[in-house]
C-alpha cells in the first residue's frame, strides 16, 4: 500500500528529534524502487527502517520517500511526499508524521498515540486543522503488509487483512492481501519466477477505495521486488539499486496521456447550453461516477457500467430551489480554502466594489480572478488561497480555490467541482475544477479559468467539496478511478 503514496492526499515526514535518539547497534536498512507510468520512469521510492531505543524500549522508525516528476504540457511539476513512523515492536505505530512538498506548496500531517487516541493535525498555509482519530493497538502504517510478506508469508489461497492508516486520505482502512502462487513476469529485462500476492483496500465499511489494489511479485528471498498498483492505467515499481532509482527518468505528461479522447467533435464547446452523452466505465456502476444534481442527471443503462448523462448551463433562476440554509463548511475557512487570509480579503474587496447582491459579487469575483491571474501555468500543484492570492499563478486548481475563498470571505457559500472538461484542441474531456457558489438557493457553477458566469455543458462533474478537514482531497479519489477506464461520446449538442 506504500506504493500509491504519491497520489493523493498527504505523505508524510520522519519523527521530529523527540524521538531521535541513539539508535542500537544494528544499522538502517533501506531499499529503492523505481517507479514507471506506461513504461516510463517518472521517479522513485526510498524506504529506511532503523532501530532506535527510547527510554530503554526498542522502536523502529520507518521513513518512506516518493519523488516523482510529471509534465504537464509545458510545465514540468515535482510531487516529493514523505511519510514516517515510530513503532513498537510488532508494527504497533506510535507516532505518525507527513509531509507533502509540490510547486512550492508544502502541506504538513501528524500525530502521537495517547492512550487510545490520535490528535491528527494537518498544517498548511500557516493554518491547523485537527481530528481525534480513535486509534487501537492492532493498527498499523501503510507499508506494513507489505513488510510482513517477508517474515510472514502467504501461502496460495491464505489471506490476512490489516488495519492501516492512509496518509493519502490521513483515514483508517482495511488491507487483505492474499497469496495467489508462482508464476512469470516482465523483471529485469526477462521473464523471471516471482511468488504473486494480491492486495485490495477498502474503508473501515468495506468499499473499496478507488486506486489502491495492488499486485506484489516477490522473490525466493519473500522480498516485493515488483508492483503493480490500479491506478493512472497501471503505476508499476520496481526493486533496484540507488544509483538506478536516482537516475533521470522520461517525459510522462499527464495531461496528454489522461485525455478521454471523443470521436465526435463539439463545435463551439463552451457556448454549449445541453449536451447528451453516452458514459460507461470499464469496471464501476456509472451512477457511482457522477454527480446529479441541478444541472447534471443520469439515466443508467441496461448494464449498469453504461447510462446516458445529461448536463445543462444551468444559473440561478433555472431549475428547482434547494430547501433551507447550506451547511457553515461553505463560509468558513479551512486549511485550503483559507478565506480569512488578508490578501483574500483584500483581493475580494477590490473585485466585488460597491455591489450589494450576491449573485454581482460572485460574478465580479470570478471575472477579477481571470483577469488578474496572468500566469496560467502548470508548475503550481495545489496551491492554497492565500499563497495563490499572494503569486496569482496556477492553472484550474489555483482559480478555483482562490475564486472560493473571495467568495466566501464575501460571505457567500462556496466550495468546488471536481469534474471533466472538453478540451477543444485536444478533442478529448481532460481533469478540470472550478466553482460553486449558493445564490437565489441554487448552487451555480462558475469557472474563472474560462472566464465563465455559467458553465457550460462540457463542464462534467463528477465530485464537489468545500476542502474541509484532515482529509481535504478524499473527493479526488473519483478521479483516480476514472483514468484509462472511463468513456464519454457526446451524442447530442445544444
Not at 467533435?265 to 463552451?270: F, G, K, L, S, T
Request: net charge neutral; charged share 20%; aromatic share 8%.
Amino acid at each position: 500500500m506504500v506504493r500509491v503514496l504519491a497520489w493523493l492526499g498527504v505523505a508524510v515526514l520522519a519523527a521530529s528529534s523527540a524521538w531521535a535518539q541513539k539508535p542500537p547497534a544494528t544499522s538502517t536498512r533501506e531499499t529503492w524502487d523505481a517507479i514507471y507510468l506506461s513504461n516510463t520512469k517518472v521517479g522513485h521510492i526510498h524506504t529506511q527502517i532503523t532501530p532506535l531505543v527510547h527510554n530503554g524500549r526498542n522502536l523502529t522508525r520507518v521513513q518512506v520517500t516518493t519523488v516523482m516528476d510529471l509534465k504537464r504540457e509545458k510545465d514540468v511539476s515535482r510531487i516529493e511526499l514523505r511519510f514516517g513512523t515510530i513503532e513498537a515492536e510488532g508494527g504497533e505505530v506510535l507516532r505518525i508524521d507527513s509531509r507533502i512538498k509540490m510547486g512550492g506548496q508544502d502541506l504538513q500531517a501528524g500525530g502521537d498515540v495517547v492512550n487510545g487516541r490520535m490528535n491528527f493535525t494537518l498544517k498548511t498555509g500557516g493554518r491547523t486543522t485537527s481530528q481525534i482519530i480513535e486509534w487501537t493497538p492492532e493498527t498499523r502504517g501503510p507499508y506494513h503488509p507489505e513488510l510482513d510478506l517477508k517474515t510472514n508469508p502467504l501461502k496460495p489461497g491464505e489471506s490476512r487483512t490489516y488495519r492501516i492508516f492512509l496518509p493519502q486520505l490521513n483515514q483508517l482502512a482495511l488491507a487483505t492481501l492474499t497469496g495467489i502462487g508462482k508464476e512469470t513476469t516482465p523483471l529485469y529485462g526477462a521473464n523471471r519466477e516471482v511468488y504473486r500476492v494480491d492486495g485490495k483496500v477498502t474503508d473501515l465499511n468495506g468499499k473499496s477505495i478507488a486506486g489502491m489494489n495492488t499486485t506484489y511479485y516477490l522473490n525466493n528471498e519473500g522480498e516485493v521486488v515488483k508492483t503493480v498498483t490500479d491506478v493512472y492505467g497501471g503505476m508499476t515499481t520496481v526493486r533496484t539499486t540507488k544509483e538506478t532509482a536516482l537516475a533521470p527518468g522520461g517525459s510522462f505528461d499527464i495531461v496528454q496521456n489522461f485525455i478521454i479522447s471523443s470521436r465526435f467533435q463539439i463545435a463551439n464547446p463552451y457556448q454549449t447550453r445541453q449536451v447528451q452523452y453516452n458514459v460507461s466505465m470499464k469496471d464501476a456502476a456509472v451512477a457511482s461516477i457522477f454527480a446529479v444534481d441541478n444541472r447534471q442527471s443520469l439515466t443508467p443503462g441496461s448494464d449498469p457500467k453504461t447510462g446516458r448523462l445529461v448536463v445543462r448551463a444551468m444559473g440561478p433562476e433555472d431549475g428547482q430551489p434547494e430547501p433551507g440554509p447550506v451547511a457553515e463548511e461553505y463560509l468558513e475557512p479551512n486549511p485550503i480554502v483559507d478565506s480569512e487570509d488578508s490578501r483574500v480579503v483584500q483581493h475580494m474587496k477590490a473585485a466585488v466594489g460597491d455591489a450589494t447582491d450576491p449573485w454581482t459579487k460572485a460574478q465580479r469575483i470570478q471575472d477579477w480572478v481571470h483577469r488578474n491571474m496572468v500566469d496560467k501555468n502548470f508548475e503550481v500543484t495545489f496551491a492554497t488561497a492565500s499563497e495563490t492570492a499572494r503569486a496569482l499563478s496556477g492553472d484550474c486548481t489555483e482559480h478555483a480555490v482562490l475564486v472560493a475563498a473571495m467568495c466566501r470571505a464575501a460571505k457567500i457559500p462556496a466550495r468546488v467541482a471536481i469534474g471533466f472538461i472538453y478540451v477543444d484542441r485536444l478533442r478529448g474531456f481532460g481533469y478540470h475544477m472550478w466553482t460553486e457558489v449558493y445564490v437565489n438557493n441554487r448552487w451555480v457553477g462558475i469557472d474563472a479559468s474560462f472566464q465563465q458566469n455559467v458553465v457550460d455543458a462540457v463542464h462534467i462533474k463528477l465530485k464537489d467539496t468545500s476542502l474541509k478537514g484532515v482529509s481535504p482531497f478524499e473527493q479526488f479519489q473519483t478521479v483516480v478511478e476514472t483514468a484509462s477506464k472511463l468513456s464519454i461520446e457526446p451524442v447530442e449538442v445544444r
